[in-house]
């Protein structure tokens, strides 16, 4: 596997996006007015921890996170069909470097949310070590229930 700071390769966005998982679209787009074009600007300005990781010369998932306020992080990820062949790498850096970097930081909480029926996605956060705190409903456009899942210090 290899990760970059999407900064350093902002070309490599474009092809997750398009190719990104049915969940992680539906997940994103429950909260987000827009189009492709509409995330790649969200995403181009979440600011310099943003990563993207691959295999070989194709880019497979985009993730990062971004302060809320102080002490409070907002963490997201998607991802290609094509994970399985970089998950448990990305689990490591994720589990293992930037959650502790964060908390070492200053971090007290990191946070992030998953729509009702993403259950890989759920599945995977509770892997990572976050706990699910609780339902939003409704709070898609659609009116989609998600979850919070949370990481405290």
């Known amino acids: ?3 970059h700071e999407l900064k350093d390769y902002p070309e490599l966005l474009a092809p997750v996006i398009a190719n990104m998982r049915e969940w992680d679209r539906r997940e994103i787009f429950a909260t987000l007015d827009g189009d492709d074009a509409d995330l ?7 600011g310099p921890v943003t990563w993207v990781a691959g295999k070989g010369d194709q880019p497979i998932a985009v993730f990062g ?4 306020w ?3 992080w907002s963490m997201w990820f998607f991802a ?18 930037i959650v502790p970097m964060l908390f070492a930081e200053g971090a007290h909480r990191l946070e992030c949310r998953s729509m009702k029926g993403h259950t890989e996605a759920q599945r995977w956060l509770s892997v990572l070590g976050a706990k699910r705190e609780g ?3 409704a709070f898609g456009r659609g009116r989609e229930d998600f979850y919070t899942y949370v990481w405290t210090a």
């Not at 790649?40 to 979440?46: I, M």
């Not at 996170?65 to 809320?68: I, Q, Y």
Request: with cysteine; aromatic share 2%.
């Open 40 to 46: 790649a600007e969200a995403v181009g300005g979440a």
């Open 135 to 137: 339902r939003l409903k």
């Open 1 to 3: 596997m290899w990760m």
């Open 70 to 72: 102080p002490g409070v």
């Open 80 to 97: 290609t069909d094509e994970i399985d062949n970089i998950g448990l790498a990305v689990t490591k850096v994720i589990k293992n470097g």
């Open 65 to 68: 996170c971004r302060p809320m």
